[in-house]
């Protein structure tokens, strides 16, 4: 009994999808509504005219919500995000996980604010990844003409390098270093088709920062080898980027947006609580991620702050192991930051 009322309790994981149009969301969303997983998943669409779903699939509906018979469910949102999540939430039965698709030319930060911002949801759902299909064919020329392509980028735990077999292996490598320049913690997984193993994409845990921290301690370094793509990756990693920028993918892609990596000694939390503040509501607009590790001056806690534009939030973590260097780390990926200000601000929060 008391397990079952544990897992009641527990927040249900939401992963975000995100990718341009024709990147492969449709085809994920029908594996995930048709494939036998043994998992009940309920996926929000915006328009569910546009995406493909079988009829025969389908084996009961309401107005907004249909029953597919592996036991997931699909709905639209017509009208508001959280009152489509609320209406979820009170059938019977629940999921084990939500998946909001965004439309094809959204920024997925609106979606993923309502999951930190909305009381009700955020104490049912807990934000696990904003995963983004990248179409490998058109890439190149989506970094070119489009902004929302590269903040879709910008902003995923998990990207997805969709239809890898209409390109060539060299490509695809220059590829994926354009990817790493935008956004270096992201995890890439090559694909075919959306072929993924459903549990790479999702509950992965990916936004929440401390389990990411426990299954990598290094998700915070740039260049570290294991980020680029999944354990199941075969192909080698060399270290591509200086300072958060490749130079070889620079033939695909001019970037404007930017990751900054600061590294600094333990904080004074007098200083650095109203830098943190006043960073993110003045550069807010072109923050798109930002994640951190602080060492807090005497507290015996490392402490995760991470934030989506203006929003930021932090918590205590575990404590700081004895063999650990208590350094304060802090990465920012957003368009038009001014590195050296951050960086000399930052250095000047210290103890």
Same mark, same amino acid.
């Given at each position: 009994m008391s397990e079952a009322v544990n897992r009641i309790a527990e927040p249900i994981p /939401?992963?975000?999808?995100?990718?341009?149009?024709? %990147?492969?969301?449709?085809?994920?969303?029908?594996?995930?509504?048709?494939?036998?997983?043994?998992?009940?998943?309920? /996926?929000?669409? $915006?328009?569910?005219?546009?995406?493909?779903?079988? $009829?025969?699939?389908?084996?009961?509906?309401?107005?907004?919500?249909?029953?597919? $018979? $592996?036991?997931?469910?699909?709905?639209? /949102?017509?009208?508001?995000?959280?009152?489509?999540?609320? #209406?979820?939430?009170?059938?019977?039965?629940? =999921?084990?996980a939500i998946v909001v698709e965004t439309t094809g030319l959204a920024d997925p930060a609106p979606v993923a604010q309502t999951f930190f911002m909305d009381d009700d949801v955020r104490a049912k759902t807990r934000l696990d990844a904003v995963v983004a299909l990248v179409d490998a064919k058109h890439l190149p020329l989506r970094l070119k003409d489009s902004r929302e392509a590269e903040d879709q980028i910008a902003f995923a735990d998990v990207v997805l390098l969709n239809k890898t077999d209409l390109v060539e292996g060299e490509e695809l490598a220059r590829l994926e270093q354009a990817i790493r320049a935008i956004n270096p913690s992201a995890r890439i997984h090559r694909t075919e088709r959306a072929g993924v193993a459903l549990e790479k994409v999702l509950d992965r845990g990916a936004f929440d920062l401390q389990r990411a921290l426990e299954n990598d301690p290094h998700f915070l370094d740039h260049g570290h080898p294991d980020h680029a793509c999944g354990p199941d990756c075969d192909h080698d990693h060399h270290d591509h980027h200086d300072? #958060?920028?490749?130079?070889?993918? %620079?033939?695909?892609?001019? %970037? *404007?947006?930017? *990751?900054?990596?600061?590294?600094? #000694?333990?904080?004074?939390?007098?200083? =650095? =609580?109203?830098?943190?503040?006043?960073?993110?509501?003045?550069? #807010?607009?072109?923050?798109?991620?930002?994640?951190?590790?602080?060492?807090l001056d005497n507290d015996e806690d490392r402490y995760v702050v991470q934030g989506i534009h203006m929003i930021v939030e932090g918590d205590h973590e575990r404590p700081w192991k004895p063999d650990e260097k208590r350094e304060s780390r802090i990465v920012f990926i957003g368009r038009d930051l001014d590195r050296e200000k951050l960086k000399r601000t930052f250095e000047a929060c210290q103890a």
């Amino acid at each position: 009994m008391s397990e079952a009322v544990n897992r009641i309790a527990e927040p249900i994981p /939401v992963t975000v999808l995100t990718g341009y149009l024709g %990147a492969g969301k449709t085809t994920l969303l029908n594996r995930i509504l048709s494939e036998d997983h043994g998992k009940r998943y309920a /996926v929000i669409v $915006n328009e569910f005219g546009e995406i493909g779903i079988d $009829n025969d699939l389908i084996v009961e509906s309401d107005e907004e919500i249909y029953e597919m $018979n $592996n036991g997931c469910v699909c709905c639209t /949102v017509r009208g508001d995000l959280i009152r489509v999540v609320e #209406g979820l939430m009170r059938r019977p039965g629940r =999921f084990d996980a939500i998946v909001v698709e965004t439309t094809g030319l959204a920024d997925p930060a609106p979606v993923a604010q309502t999951f930190f911002m909305d009381d009700d949801v955020r104490a049912k759902t807990r934000l696990d990844a904003v995963v983004a299909l990248v179409d490998a064919k058109h890439l190149p020329l989506r970094l070119k003409d489009s902004r929302e392509a590269e903040d879709q980028i910008a902003f995923a735990d998990v990207v997805l390098l969709n239809k890898t077999d209409l390109v060539e292996g060299e490509e695809l490598a220059r590829l994926e270093q354009a990817i790493r320049a935008i956004n270096p913690s992201a995890r890439i997984h090559r694909t075919e088709r959306a072929g993924v193993a459903l549990e790479k994409v999702l509950d992965r845990g990916a936004f929440d920062l401390q389990r990411a921290l426990e299954n990598d301690p290094h998700f915070l370094d740039h260049g570290h080898p294991d980020h680029a793509c999944g354990p199941d990756c075969d192909h080698d990693h060399h270290d591509h980027h200086d300072q #958060g920028h490749s130079h070889t993918a %620079a033939d695909i892609h001019d %970037a *404007s947006v930017q *990751s900054i990596s600061l590294r600094a #000694g333990p904080m004074n939390p007098e200083r =650095f =609580f109203p830098w943190i503040q006043k960073t993110t509501q003045i550069d #807010g607009p072109n923050i798109l991620r930002l994640k951190g590790i602080v060492a807090l001056d005497n507290d015996e806690d490392r402490y995760v702050v991470q934030g989506i534009h203006m929003i930021v939030e932090g918590d205590h973590e575990r404590p700081w192991k004895p063999d650990e260097k208590r350094e304060s780390r802090i990465v920012f990926i957003g368009r038009d930051l001014d590195r050296e200000k951050l960086k000399r601000t930052f250095e000047a929060c210290q103890a």
